[in-house]
Each structure stands twice: as C-alpha cells, then as structure tokens.
C-alpha cells in the first residue's frame, strides 16, 4: 500500500498560489527526494502534506486514507513526523524535554524509545541536560531528528536535514537518515546537496515553480543532463 | 533612615509578591497567545470579590475561601477565552489586545454591579502588628509573601515536573514546532487560563487584604503588572518574579523621594526605560 500519496495539490499561504497541481508518492520504506531551486515551494509542499498550508485543490492521502483534512496533531497521530527546515527544537528546553515533548501524544512509557534514540545519536546521550538554544547546528538538527523519531513513525519528513553543516556531518546525517530508512521507515526528504541526496535515494522529484518538473529513480536523475546542469554544479 | 528604609523594602517585597502572582499569568498567557492580557487585572479583582462573597456572606476566613476564589477565576478565564478569544486565534495580536480592554471593562461592570461601587474589606478591625527594632510587620504582610513563594515554587514544580507544564514551555518556545509535534494546542491554552486566572485570584485577594476591595482594584494594578512583566521579559513567567520584586521595592522605596501617589509612575518609568533600552526584558532572550 503506497505510504504517502500528494494528488493535485494547489494551495499556498492564502495570497497567490505557491503549488500548481504537485503529484508525489512514497512507498514503503522508500527513500524519496525532492530537489529544486530556492523558493520553488518543496518546504511548502511538506507543509502542505502537514496540513500546515491552506490546501484549494488536490488531496493527501496516507496509507489511502485522506488527511487532507486534519490539524498537525491529527495527523501525527496516523504515523507522520516533520523536521522543519528552521526553527526546529524547542530553544529553552533541555535535550531530554524536546524528546518528551516529541512523544507528547504517547501515553505508555516512552523511556525505551528514548534510549534508543540516545544509542543512535550518542552525542545526544551525552548532553540531556543541555539547552537545546545552546548546542551546535549539527547537534540540533540531531535532537530535531530524534524528536521526530520518538513516535516511531511509519513515514519521516525532513526539510533538508544537512544545511548549514560540515561535510562531515552532513556525511553522517546522510547516514543515519539510510539507518532509519533500513529500519523500515520511510522517508521523504528536501536537500539541497543534490549529488548525495539522489545518490542515497530510491527516487526523486525535481521541482521548480510549484510543478513537478521531473520524477525519477534517484540514479537516473544524476545521470539527467538537465539535472546535473541546474543542481550538481555542471 | 535606615528603619525607614526597610520599612518601606518590606512593603516593597510585599506589593512584589502581588504584582508577581498577576504578572507571571500575564507572561504565561502573552507566552502562549502572544497578546497583552489587559483584562488581567479585573480578573485579579474578581477573584478578590468571589472570596469576598464567602467571608461576608458564609464567614469563610479568607484563607479557606481562597481556593474557591481561585476555581472561579480559573473559570472565568477558561469561559472568556472560550466565548471571545477563541474565535480570535489568527486574528492580528491588536484585535485580541482590544477585545480583553472591553473584557475588562465587561468584568469591572459586572462587579460593581454585583458587590456594588463602594470599598470594602475582608476583615474589620485593625490587625495587632509585629514590631522589631521599629520595623512593623502585619501578620497578613507574612501570609501574603508565604503565599506568593508557596505558589511560584508549585508553578515552578509545574512547569518542569508535569508533561503539561512542559507543553506549556513548548508551546511559548516555538508554536509550529508544538503543532507539529502533536501537542493539543487547545487544551494547553485551557491550562494556561485556568493557572493564569488561579494566580490572578490570589494576587487580588492579597492586594484586598492589603488594602481594600473596590471595583477599579484590578484595573488601578494593572500598570504595574504590566510592567512587572515587561521588566522580567514578558512570555517569561520566571522573569516575571523578578520583574514584580523591582517594581515592588521601586514603587515603595520611590516614596522616600516622591509623593506616594506618583507610585504608579514609577512603575511605567520602569516600563517604559525597559522598552526603551532593553525590551527583551532583564534576562537574555531567545524571542
Ligand atoms: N509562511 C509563508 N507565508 C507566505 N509565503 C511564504 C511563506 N513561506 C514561504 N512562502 C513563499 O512561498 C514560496 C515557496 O517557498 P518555500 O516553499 O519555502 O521554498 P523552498 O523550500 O523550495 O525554498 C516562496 O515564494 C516564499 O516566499
Ligand atoms: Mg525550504
């Protein structure tokens, strides 16, 4: 059953239109990536699978079920988890606090799922106590990822999870994002580094002005002239 | 000098813990909402005359009538937010600002309506003070600044120890991010009425013990919770004890220098300077 599957979607912020009709799917335990030049709509887009834009036309449907409809807590509920592209760790909180506040909607006992995160991201392990305001862009885009990841989710949405980091961190994330793809989860991903991305990925969307531009599996768009000339610096 | 000095830091310390209890609810709820609460203060002055009603009316001593007053100012609260502010979510932060300014009014009618315009007390008779070395302290002054420690280290313990005061700190950190991670926007923002209006009931049954219950109470404290606020950095509610204590203690100790009834000008000079040269308020911010 297709995981995540955008149909037609138009919307935007409630001025002009930001997406003209975006297809998009996910299968299971895919990796799928979206690549296209800034403010081409691929944060609004995510978004909108959140229920966080005012959708016109066009529906979301998870595991065939229409979400279209639903508030963010709503829908976090049927297995979705977002890591937005800004601003997303609660500053003031303490790395343990994030994590809690990421399984609010749980109520049995989250400690084991918090152990797990804390094996997979270590250095999270060694800063619960920390300010999550204090740490370092690497460091938080692992606390936002963890956050995420304690529901468990079926599907993970991440909103270029490697900006602003250094190579080797962004060697890492691409990493740990194959790690929890492998454990069963799927994944849709903005990037911007393009070539890592698509390498890592099973298929790919490019967009460009809120419309798809071309969608194919991730090896064939790094092979694409086009692709290759507007992304991966010639 | 000295004597009087300290005299006047007592009461100081006292009109803090007063303007505290009002202004951390105003910081919670500008926190979570991100709008001024001018209604904050008539809210104060509603849960002073509920408790009123139990004294006069059914002999409660005040401090037994104090935890209705305070589920009927919660209440209060939660119902206002219900009927007027709700439909007001994602309006402008001016449009909600204006409304709790007629709330406010609404809710001084409405007292002086019930328990009607004239001044009244909790208890007749004059307290037998403590004396020390000159110093003279009333018992309520002890049970006012016991009462206001009492509360902040609950709210406090709340805040940090309780899934839902976390969410109540998540939510005033980054909304989107609450949002999206499954928090129930609603039923936080039900909680931050109901602890904003509790508090907002003790401060005024303590400025009514301090002083006197008259329907422009709530609305004549007003200023200086504002400004206990803002000096604390407000959507803070731990800058907002500090904020309360220097607003407090520069109100009192301001009457050494200056006539008494300049009181409340000296709390906006404060709020204003603050705006001025630091609107973040005391404390770093991450705003
Ligand atoms: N919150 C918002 N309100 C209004 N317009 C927005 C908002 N966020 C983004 N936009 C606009 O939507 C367009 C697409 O932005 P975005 O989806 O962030 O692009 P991308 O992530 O591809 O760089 C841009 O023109 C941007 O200015
Ligand atoms: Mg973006």
């Given amino acids: ?234 | 000098m000295v004597t009087e000095l300290l005299q006047l830091a007592i009461y100081g310390v006292v009109l803090g813990s007063i303007l505290t209890l009002g202004a951390i609810g105003v910081s919670l709820i500008y926190g979570i909402l991100r709008f001024a609460h001018f209604a904050h203060g008539d809210l104060m002055a509603l849960g002073a005359y509920f408790s009123l009603s139990l004294v006069a009316g059914l002999g409660f001593p005040v401090w037994a009538s104090a935890p209705f007053a305070i589920v009927g100012a919660a209440l209060a609260a939660i119902a206002i937010d219900q009927t007027v502010y709700r439909h007001l979510r994602k309006s402008p932060p001016i449009i909600l600002l204006i409304s709790s300014f007629g709330i406010a009014i609404a809710l001084r009618s409405v007292i002086q309506l019930v328990w009607g315009p004239r001044n009244q007390v909790y208890a007749s008779g004059i307290q037998i003070p403590w004396r020390f070395e000159g110093l003279v302290i009333k018992p309520d002054h002890v049970w006012i600044v016991l009462g206001a420690v009492v509360l902040v280290a609950a709210l406090h313990l709340f805040l940090t120890r309780t899934k839902m005061g976390k969410a109540m700190r998540a939510m005033s950190d980054n909304m989107d991010l609450a949002l999206v991670s499954g928090i129930p926007s609603e039923r936080v923002i039900m909680v931050t009425w109901a602890v904003g209006g509790g508090l907002a009931a003790v401060a005024g049954i303590f400025l009514g013990m301090d002083t006197r219950l008259h329907p422009v109470m709530g609305w004549s404290v007003l200023l200086p919770v504002f400004a206990a606020a803002i000096l604390g950095g407000i959507g803070r509610p731990y800058g907002a004890i500090a904020g309360g204590m220097v607003i407090g203690l520069a109100m009192e100790m301001s009457t050494v220098v200056i006539d008494p009834t300049y009181k409340p000008a000296v709390a906006f000079a404060l709020m204003v300077i603050m705006l001025v040269v630091r609107p973040q308020g005391l404390f770093k911010g991450n705003a």
């Fill in chain 1, 1 to 234: 059953m297709t995981l995540l599957s955008i149909e037609g979607l138009t919307g935007g912020y409630g001025g002009a239109d930001i997406l003209h009709g975006v297809d998009l799917r996910v299968e299971p335990g895919e990796i799928v990536v979206i690549i296209g030049p800034n403010g081409a709509g691929k944060s609004t887009l995510m978004k909108a699978a959140f229920g966080l834009v005012k959708i016109k036309e066009g529906a979301v449907l998870f595991e065939k079920r229409d979400i279209t409809p639903l508030r963010p807590d709503q829908i976090v509920r049927q297995g979705i988890s977002y890591v937005p592209q800004e601003r997303n760790v609660f500053p003031s909180m303490s790395v343990e606090e994030n994590l809690e506040m990421g399984a609010f909607i749980r109520t049995d006992d989250i400690r084991p799922q918090m152990e797990r995160i804390y094996s997979f991201f270590p250095r999270l392990a060694e800063r619960r106590t920390q300010i999550a305001g204090s740490m370092s862009g690497g460091e938080r885009q692992m606390l936002a990822m963890g956050r995420a990841l304690m529901l468990d989710p079926k599907l993970l949405l991440l909103d270029e999870p490697t900006a602003g980091l250094s190579p080797l961190f962004i060697d890492q994330t691409f990493e740990r994002i194959q790690k929890i793809n492998a454990a069963g989860i799927g994944i849709l991903m903005v990037e911007q580094n393009a070539k890592q991305a698509l390498a890592v990925c099973d298929r790919g969307y490019v967009l460009t002005m809120g419309r798809n531009r071309i969608d194919d599996t991730g090896a064939n768009l790094l092979a694409n002239k086009d692709v290759a000339e507007m992304f991966l610096g010639g």
